[in-house]
């Protein structure tokens, strides 16, 4: 293998696995038959959850939580949230793993899915009321339900927490309810869709000596997150400010032991960058081969201890060479997201901590409007985007400053509990601006010095290539 492919493989990223063989045993060994049986898959082949079973209490108990055989709607992008009542529990117990239920007719058509913890009080006439979500139809306790505590995306795997680290519940302040947020892809608007996909997770009665959360940073879902068509890159950023961590962090920090990279279609490269007293200390999480179709939990080899006033930058590179017009940021697959669930201990009651550049930037910019208008918080919706933004003839000039607003516009900032309500009304934090930090600086290009073709590195040792001799038999 050459240098450069070590290189690859020593980094925690996403690998195109090639593979190929025949389906005959050779003759001899200078008759070896061609490899005609062929494909792909994308691979963490330095992921530090593969046979982690063994480490499971003896203990263990599995309970699957799953939609109740949902009509999908036929529409190209559905979200549907399900409500689930908490396993019945004497006392604490532990969630050491869970994973996700796909239906085989429904493999492909789940995206992805989250399970979000209630920490308001829950009408118990609310267990198993199930609706799309944010169209108006759920009551608002179960709309304000955003604690992430589970999540899954096409390609991933199991998740197994450290052997000292447990998902509390069944507990005093435990969450008694929550909502999974099944994300059903239908391009193709198949109204005979009828599914039955969820989580199942695995819980014990021997408690381990840390509790874990989960930490959502990086950039506000929002329609003002723009990326031009036709570009082969293009930076979006959300920053979790220095202001929100110094008050919501305990004076030891949280110790972050695994992040869960997550966008959509268009995006190539994400990283979860750790900055302290202004300078990078480090990856939370990083990914610059990111593959929509094969998203995980990944364990961090080493856990990182993030400390009050210590700030997050989460960046996503995205290629729009094949996309004829402006994507927007939003939930539908077609749109984009740019964010890193920070998997933690201990516990802490900060949930949310992103930021979007301040709406009346780029409408000054498209609009070449020096005075520009001013919007309140909330943000304006699509719509008014679309009614903008197609109107504009996206000359180089153009596309250059909108990049420039990534680094040089003031932020609306989002610091909040994990109930969903701010934290605080700092001058940094829920729905109030500040500027893009100084200290912030783009990464280098991480050409490996070993690779000498003027190619990107991604080009030269993204991929693994498997050829085995010989028939397989199973």
Not at 68 to 88: E, H, L, R
Not at 137 to 152: D, H, K, Y
Not at 312 to 334: F, P
Request: glycine fraction near 6%; proline fraction near 8%; charged fraction near 15%.
């Amino acid at each position: 293998m050459s240098h450069a492919g070590r290189s690859r493989l020593s980094q925690p990223d996403t690998l195109r696995l090639l593979w190929a063989y025949s389906p005959t045993d050779p003759s001899n060994e200078n008759q070896i038959s061609k490899h005609t049986v062929r494909g792909s898959k994308s691979l963490n082949l330095l992921d530090p959850q593969v046979n982690k079973s063994s480490s499971l209490p003896a203990n263990l108990l599995r309970k699957d939580f799953l939609n109740p055989s949902v009509k999908v709607p036929n529409d190209s992008t559905t979200y549907w949230c399900q409500t689930f009542k908490m396993p019945a529990l004497a006392k604490k117990h532990h969630m050491v793993k869970f994973d996700v239920v796909v239906q085989p007719d429904s493999v492909g058509i789940v995206h992805h899915v989250l399970a979000y913890a209630c920490y308001t009080p829950m009408n118990e006439s609310y267990e198993g009321l199930g609706a799309p979500c944010f169209v108006g139809i759920l009551p608002s306790e179960i709309v304000n339900c955003r604690q992430t505590f589970m999540t899954w995306a096409i390609g991933g795997e199991p998740f197994y927490f450290p052997d000292n680290v447990g998902f509390s519940i069944g507990g005093p302040g435990d969450p008694v309810y929550f909502v999974v947020e099944t994300h059903y892809d239908n391009p193709q608007r198949r109204n005979d869709i009828v599914d039955s996909s969820g989580f199942a997770v695995w819980y014990t009665s021997e408690l381990r000596s840390q509790e874990a959360g989960i930490l959502e940073a990086g950039h506000t879902v929002a329609p003002s997150m723009l990326i031009p068509p036709n570009l082969a890159s293009f930076q979006i950023s959300g920053f979790c400010n220095d202001e929100c961590t110094k008050q919501a962090l305990p004076p030891q920090g949280i110790t972050v032991f695994g992040s869960f990279l997550h966008s959509h279609m268009i995006a190539r490269k994400i990283r979860a960058r750790h900055y302290r007293n202004g300078q990078d200390v480090g990856n939370l999480g990083r990914d610059e081969h990111y593959d929509v179709h094969y998203q995980q939990i990944v364990t961090l080899s080493t856990p990182r201890t993030v400390l009050p006033g210590d700030a997050i930058l989460v960046e996503c590179d995205y290629d729009s060479t094949n996309v004829k017009r402006m994507t927007y940021g939003g939930l539908a697959t077609k749109d984009e997201m740019c964010l890193v669930f920070l998997y933690h201990y201990p516990k802490i009651d900060l949930g949310v901590c992103t930021s979007a550049i301040h709406p009346d930037k780029p409408v000054r910019l498209l609009r070449g409007d020096t005075a520009g208008v001013s919007f309140d918080y909330p943000r304006p919706n699509t719509t008014f985007w679309v009614d903008i933004v197609e109107q504009v003839n996206w000359t180089s000039p153009l596309v250059d400053g909108l990049q420039a607003l990534q680094t040089s516009s003031q932020l609306l900032a989002t610091c909040n509990a994990r109930n969903s309500t701010p934290l605080s009304s700092s001058s940094l934090v829920s729905g109030k601006t500040a500027p893009f930090p100084a200290y912030v600086t783009p990464l280098k290009d991480n050409r490996d010095p070993c690779v000498t073709s003027s190619a990107p590195p991604a080009a030269a040792v993204s991929f693994v290539v498997l050829l085995l001799v010989g028939s397989i038999r199973l």
